[in-house]
C-alpha cells in the first residue's frame, strides 16, 4: 500500500549535532519528491521547522496540527498548506492520526517518543493496519531498540510486534519500506 499522508512526529528542538537538521531536512525533501502530503506538529522551530521547511521548498503539501497553547511556544508554522489548530495534546494526535496513512519518528524528545508509542500501541492491537517507521540518525534509537528487544527476551511484548517496526536510517530507504509495508497483526491473548 503506498503512504500518501506520512505523520512524523520529531523535535521542536535542534540537537546536538547537525546532523539532526540535515536528516530532518533530507526527509522533508525525500517526502515532497515523493508527493507525499507531510503531517506534523506545526512548529516553526527545530527539526519540526526543518522537516516543514524544505518540504515546502521542493513543492510539498504539509499539514501541520497544534494545540492553541503550544501555538505560541512551539512558534507555530503561518506558511504551512493547512494548519489546525487544536484545543488539547489528545486533539492534535487523535487529528494527526486520523490524517495519516503511517507513521515515522525522526529524533526528539519525551513528546516524540510519546506520540510514536502511542501509534505503535495501536498497531500491535489492531485499532490500525499502518506501517510505524524510525529514522534512526545517528544511530538515535539505537537504545530504544535494544530497550524492545529486551522487552521481548523478557515476555512483555510479542516477537511479532518487533517485525511491525520499520527501521532505517536512509529516508528513502525508509519511505521504501513504509510503501511495501503489509500488515501483520499478532493475537496478544489466545
Known sequence: ?????????????????????????????????????????????????????????????????????????????????QLHVVETMHERKSKMADLADGFVALPGGAGTLEEWFEVFTWAQLGYHAKPCGLLNVNHFFDPLIAMLDHTIEQGFMNEDYRQMLLIDSDPNALLEKMDAYTPNYAVKWT
Open 1 to 81: 500500500m503506498e503512504i500518501k499522508n506520512l505523520t512524523v512526529f520529531c523535535g521542536s528542538s535542534a540537537g546536538t549535532d547537525d546532523i539532526y537538521i540535515e536528516n530532518a531536512e533530507t526527509f522533508g525533501e525525500a517526502l515532497a519528491n515523493k508527493n507525499k502530503t507531510l503531517i506534523y506538529g506545526g512548529a516553526q522551530v527545530g527539526c519540526m521547522g526543518a522537516l516543514a521547511n524544505t518540504s515546502l521548498h521542493h513543492g510539498g503539501s504539509v499539514v501541520g496540527v497544534i494545540p492553541q497553547k503550544l501555538k505560541n511556544v512551539e512558534i507555530a508554522h503561518e506558511q504551512l498548506t
